[in-house]
């Protein structure tokens, strides 16, 4: 079992945005921010890169609109694409703070998602990026902190004109990058789980090295509140979705969202299963240790046992009366080493065959 090294923290001061008007990222990542825009309809699909500062929305009612955001310390240039699709100040804010809880939020012209997209180091560690999306009419928006390209397989289906993407509108896409979020969860899951169930097959083995296994235990212990943390929220609020008759969703639509909701579900149930891994894996650990020390403890009482016959038969010739035969016998000496071998093999042949050591 590997290794896994020690986390830094790290707590970014927290300011109230009701307060302040200024936009300011609060991550890590100042690489360079890359916008990109894709519009597409049923014939065609356009791809080119976005200067904020001449970038103005396309209009038609007949193309969506895919917009990119790969980088977000270019804080100037992400509110002024923003303003273009009438995204709100404190939603700007939400995009740009890191440190923003999951969620789903409705209002009459978008729908706005703030989630985590996690994956494991070679490490074993859990690492995460904030992803956010907006959805409105004929447009989706999405924001991420660094030039990974999570939506590859989405693009290129929408350029080699793959699937059905080309002929719906932005719900389907919208929900098409919802659900490649949602299978990055299923995949963490998964490889979380397969993690726990090795741990849990050394652990029943008793004389397995179990070095760092406590801190082993909790690091995973600590990954399970982090996804739960950002699953959970999803899950309730992607539900509710469904049951209101939002106007930005087409009814054909439903079908693929309820589908999403399904793998949300399915991750729920899976991060509640390795939860109930993780407590019999402590439990397991904790019986282990106690086995260990029981074990421990008759190997030396049964140490202890073979030596008490021969401390006996020490202490016997070690009194200090005047007439004892064998203190004058020439071959005394002798005989007391082989009364001493044949005491300590028997007691120890006696304890193998009981099967007490």
Not at 241 to 257: G, P, R, S, T, V
Request: charged residues 20%; glycine residues 4%.
């Amino acid at each position: 079992m590997q290794k896994r090294r020690k986390r830094k923290h790290r707590i970014t001061p927290r300011s109230n945005d009701l307060l302040q008007e200024k936009l300011e990222y609060t991550g890590t990542n100042i690489g360079e921010t890359v916008i990109t825009q894709l519009c597409f309809n049923q014939e065609m699909c356009e791809e080119q890169t976005i200067i904020a500062d001449k970038f103005v929305r396309p209009a038609g009612s007949d193309t969506t609109t895919w917009l990119q955001v790969k980088g977000l310390s270019d804080v100037a240039s992400i509110e002024k694409v923003c303003e273009q699709f009438g995204v709100p100040h404190l939603t700007m804010q939400d995009i740009l703070n890191t440190q923003h809880i999951a969620k789903i939020e409705y209002t009459n012209n978008f729908i706005f998602v703030v989630s985590d997209l996690f994956s494991y180091s070679k490490h074993n560690e859990l690492e995460n990026e904030q992803i956010c999306l907006i959805f409105g009419e004929n447009f989706v928006l999405s924001f991420q902190e660094n030039q990974t390209p999570h939506f590859i397989a989405i693009e290129n289906a929408l350029k080699t004109k793959q699937g059905r993407i080309l002929q719906q509108r932005a719900d389907y896409l919208f929900n098409i990058l919802m659900s490649t979020l949602i299978d990055r969860y299923l995949e963490v899951l998964e490889i979380q789980q397969n993690l726990l169930l090795d741990m849990e097959d050394a652990l029943m083995e008793f004389q397995s090295v179990q070095a760092e296994t406590n801190t082993t235990i909790h690091n995973y212990r600590r990954d399970y509140l982090v996804l739960k943390k950002s699953l959970f929220p999803l899950k309730e609020q992607f539900s509710q979705m469904l049951l209101w008759d939002y106007a930005l969703i087409a009814k054909e639509n439903h079908i693929y969202f309820r589908d999403t909701n399904d793998h949300l579900q399915q991750a729920y149930m899976m991060i509640e299963g390795n939860r109930e891994t993780i407590a019999s894996i402590l439990d397991l650990y904790l019986a282990n240790n106690d086995l260990r020390m029981n074990h421990i403890m008759k190997q030396l009482t049964v140490v202890a046992s073979i030596f008490i016959p021969l401390t006996f038969l020490v202490g016997l010739w070690g009194m200090n009366f005047k007439f004892m035969p064998e203190l004058e016998w020439r071959y005394g000496y002798l005989f007391a080493w082989i009364i001493i071998i044949v005491a300590g093999a028997g007691c120890y042949i006696y304890f193998k065959k009981k099967k007490w050591y």
